[in-house]
Nanobody
Framework: QVQLVESGGGLVQPGSSVRLSCGAS????????IGWFRQAPGKERKGISC????????FYAESVKGRFTISRDSAKNVVYLQMNSLKPEDTGFYYC???????????????WGQGTQVTVSS
């Protein structure tokens, strides 16, 4: 059973940076594609970024391209989401999810963490 745990959220000011971490127990994250999703209040969960498990290809939503970077640390069994130049519209609950292939659709993922809140506000 894959158990994912997110960390690193908080309250930050516009223009600042935050790094989210997705750790796992019961699995090696390199064996999975890991996606990051954001859910804003009253809205559907939306795919933000994904890193594949095989060739480490990365994918980004248009709204975060050039600002967010997804990466792996295999030694630590962690996937990071580095978020720079944060905007108020980046506010939401951030989840990491694991599956065999990257997808922007939440329903494609079998395993989910419990999420971490990121609030961008002055």
């Amino acid at each position: 059973q894959v158990q994912l745990v997110e960390s690193g959220g908080g309250l930050v000011q516009p223009g600042s940076s935050v790094r989210l971490s997705c750790g796992a127990s019961g699995a090696t994250l390199d064996d999975y594609a890991i996606g990051w999703f954001r859910q804003a209040p009253g809205k559907e969960r939306k795919g933000i970024s994904c890193i594949s498990g095989q060739d480490r290809s990365t994918f980004y939503a248009e709204s975060v391209k050039g600002r967010f970077t997804i990466s792996r640390d295999s030694a630590k069994n962690v996937v990071y989401l580095q978020m720079n130049s944060l905007k108020p519209e980046d506010t939401g609950f951030y989840y990491c999810a694991a599956d065999l292939l990257c997808s922007s659709w939440p329903d494609e993922y079998d395993y989910w963490g419990q999420g971490t809140q990121v609030t961008v506000s002055s």
